[in-house]
């Protein structure tokens, strides 16, 4: 296919058509190779972000302090995550996706493995919040490359694909918790994840930058040609080639950056999206945070016995994310993804009233983990497909800055207020449902009055 592809852009004269290039090429060895680095990408990024949730009380321990205490710890984390959003993935918009994506994973990893030597709590937040600024990127700046440089049809799914290792990274962080914790002590955590960020490091030189991206930044830049060489040899790009993006030539640049999200035709569907994401990833931070340290000071569960119930659950995630890809380009995804948050809003209220023991929590939580993990990989996607190539990177990070924002506003303070007064596990749980339900009126209410904007229409820009 990619070869008749290229036969029929040639025979458009000297205008090569570079989405039409990507949307018709078979997946090979290039898109594999694209899917592999990308979810290496957001699996280092979901291990960061849920590891030290699941063993808050053992650092607290480690650092002489309460689990309550650390809640300065949580707070500045959250706002490095909503700087690093608002200010990396416009960067990214800017000089490149795997440039930016390197800066991120050098830094973090470096400053991961600086907490394992923290010795206070103030430390630790310190090494937290800055570490915080480039973990946080990772997610909307690799997503955005992934799409980019998969053809159309595989898009969402190979998404879902990549935000299945997102959720594997939470998975893995559970072995800390359940088997590593004992063995080398809570500094186990940071020094895993400094070395993925190491690693991740070369792995993004083995994949090509965005063309999507090179195209908006300058459709003269003479590495388009050689990427689209590199990627099909017989394309017919000539010497007096230019490029494009679709059936619309190159846009000029209107210099408002990032803040063109605010501009019609966007405006409506960037508002219901940042609230969505607010409340959503707010609650998504109050549980990575304290979901274990409830079960352990209210409920009496060890945090060990709470982590390997976790991993367990995260085969709901898995395929969550999985039949969320599956599904937003054959169903109407706002239906879809708002169906999910009230089934993950009954799931939330069980799990704050039946016994930790019975097989219905367990069932809970997987039904939970399905519903929360495939409801804002739904989420996740709206953000990416609904914006052009020059404004992507910024769309989905704005919406996740917006979530972090949620994090420092409400997961340190919240959990524990809740831990010192001692509230019922039942009534947390329940409250932390009807989060769950506002976001999926918030995603009723998009599909009514911003549908025009959607990834269906996106995808036709």
Known sequence: MASSTAETLGAQGERFDVEAFIDGRRIGGREVMMLVVCSLVLFIDGFDMYFFGKILPAIAHGLDAKPADMDVVIFWTYVGMAVGAFLMPPLADKVGRRPVLGLCALCFGVLSIMGAYAQTVTQMAVLRGVSGIFFSAMLPI???????????????????MALVLFSAGNAASGVIAAW?????????????????????????????????????????????????????????ISAGSTFQYGNRPPREKSGAGPLALLHKPYFLQTMILWVACFISLGNIALLTNWMATFFQELGGIPIQEFAVSAMISFIGGATGTLIMGFLMDRVNPYWLIAAFFLVEAVALFLLGQVPFSSGIFLGALIVWNFTQVGGQTGINNLATLSYPPEMRSSGIGWAGGWGRVAGIVLAPFAGAAALRMMLPLETIMTLIAFMAVAVAVLIVALGIFAPAFGPRAASRQ
């Open 142 to 160: 690799g997503l955005a490359l992934l799409s980019e440089m998969t053809p159309r049809r595989w898009r969402a799914g190979f998404m879902a």
């Open 180 to 236: 590593l914790l004992d063995l080398y002590g809570w500094q186990i955590g940071f020094w895993v994840g400094g070395v993925l960020g190491f690693v991740a490091v070369p792995v993004l030189m083995l994949i090509p930058e965005s063309l999507a991206f090179r195209l908006a930044r300058n459709p003269q830049d003479p590495k388009i040609p050689a990427t689209i060489k590199l990627l099909d040899a017989s394309a017919p």
